[in-house]
């Protein structure tokens, strides 16, 4: 099976895991369907050791990692894609913040520090998000995130 099948079936069975793809494949397409499978970063295999290193942790830490190049050539085409109104005005001020840092790739500590909000608060904050635009996890956030302009 490849990575994408894979991300699937891991996240399906145990879904805190975190995924972080590490592959040759500098493919914008692929690279999409990794984040909307659940992975929570795309990393080539040329990165260096210290690079590596930090893109787990920030994984771990519940960021979103996307190396520069893919990240480069996906950013224009997710800014292509309209907003919903309607869900956005669903959402509270405080939610939309959220939801911009954890586009910006923002781990539940940073957001909280940044906010003055506990870590429980934030986590609370992320699970309505999640309910009012039906996704199913921070990386979906993020995704949503960059789609509709918030970042």
Request: aromatic share 4%; hydrophobic share 40%.
């Amino acid at each position: 099976m490849d990575g994408l099948e894979a991300t699937r079936i891991i996240l399906s069975r145990w879904p805190t895991c975190k995924v972080l793809i590490l592959t040759t494949f500098n493919d914008d397409e692929y690279a999409l369907e990794a984040l909307k499978s659940g992975a929570c970063g795309y990393m080539l295999k040329d990165a260096d050791t210290s690079e590596l290193i930090r893109s787990i942790r920030s994984c771990l830490e519940g960021g979103l990692v996307l190396e520069g190049q893919v990240a480069a050539n996906i950013m224009p085409k997710l800014m292509k894609q309209p907003v919903q109104e309607k869900v956005l005005e669903s959402l509270t001020p405080r939610e939309l913040d959220i939801i911009c840092r954890i586009g910006e790739g923002r781990s539940n500590r940073e957001i909280s520090d940044e906010l003055a909000l506990s870590v429980g608060t934030v986590k609370n904050h992320i699970s309505m998000i999640l309910d009012k635009l039906e996704l199913r996890d921070r990386t979906q956030i993020a995704i949503y995130a960059i789609r509709h302009g918030l970042v």
